[in-house]
T-cell receptor
Framework: KAGVTQTPRYLIKTRGQQVTLSCSPI?????VSWYQQTPGQGLQFLFE???????NKGNFPGRFSGRQFSNSRSEMNVSTLELGDSALYLC????????????FGPGTRLTVL | QKEVEQDPGPLSVPEGAIVSLNCTYS??????FMWYRQYSRKGPELLMY????GNKEDGRFTAQVDKSSKYISLFIRDSQPSDSATYLC???????????FGKGTRLSVIA
């Protein structure tokens, strides 16, 4: 089985722009979670989708949003980018309703200039 | 106080050493405890998963949970250069609540 794939792998944007990141989970996995990883804060949970419904949401501003499609693929969007949004954005999928055993993708490295 | 505290290291050990990695936490409601390994430029991968207190062994890896002390550990026996990575602890209250991660400990095993 192919692993979790994320596109693009690297992205450079300027302040004020918006960005959309994509995640394709492992085939058959219905839960997709998104995380932001920075050296200062570590891995922080953004949101989680299960069967196209957002089940959990982390403590991030409304500029961060996401969605999941019927084929379980997911996108996250960040509007009005700020310098502090520079981070590695990780997507993880699970084939179980619980979130404790997740499989991570390689991440998208976003740099905001 | 952060919910999960983890010494960032770096930790450097010779090949063959026993490595001890630790996390402390403040939320007594945590019941599920995990260790992830993250190689450079890769996403984390699940190493160990335990529920409540006790020990779990898998090959060279042993996970320990002491809920009374709010302290979890990962031991790596006979460490290898391929074990060089960042190790992240993670925990959750129930199976349906998001994971809370430590910041990770960077480990280098020197041949």
């Amino acid at each position: 089985k192919a692993g979790v794939t994320q596109t693009p792998r690297y992205l450079i944007k300027t302040r004020g722009q918006q960005v959309t990141l994509s995640c394709s989970p492992i085939s058959g996995h219905r839960s997709v979670s998104w995380y932001q990883q920075t050296p200062g804060q570590g891995l922080q949970f953004l949101f989680e989708y299960f069967s196209e419904t957002q089940r959990n949401k982390g403590n991030f501003p409304g500029r961060f949003s996401g969605r999941q499609f019927s084929n379980s693929r997911s996108e996250m969007n960040v509007s009005t980018l700020e310098l502090g949004d520079s981070a590695l954005y990780l997507c993880a999928s699970s084939d179980r309703p619980d979130l404790n055993e997740q499989f991570f993708g390689p991440g998208t490295r976003l740099t905001v200039l | 106080q952060k919910e999960v505290e983890q010494d960032p290291g770096p930790l450097s050990v010779p090949e063959g050493a026993i490595v001890s990695l630790n996390c402390t936490y403040s939320n007594s409601a945590f019941q599920y405890f995990m260790w992830y390994r993250q190689y450079s430029r890769k996403g984390p991968e699940l190493l160990m998963y335990t529920y409540s207190s006790g020990n779990k062994e898998d090959g060279r890896f042993t996970a320990q949970v002491d809920k009374s002390s709010k302290y979890i550990s990962l031991f790596i026996r006979d460490s290898q250069p391929s074990d060089s990575a960042t190790y992240l602890c993670a925990m959750s209250v129930t199976g349906n609540t998001p994971l809370v991660f430590g910041k990770g400990t960077r480990l280098s095993v020197i041949a």
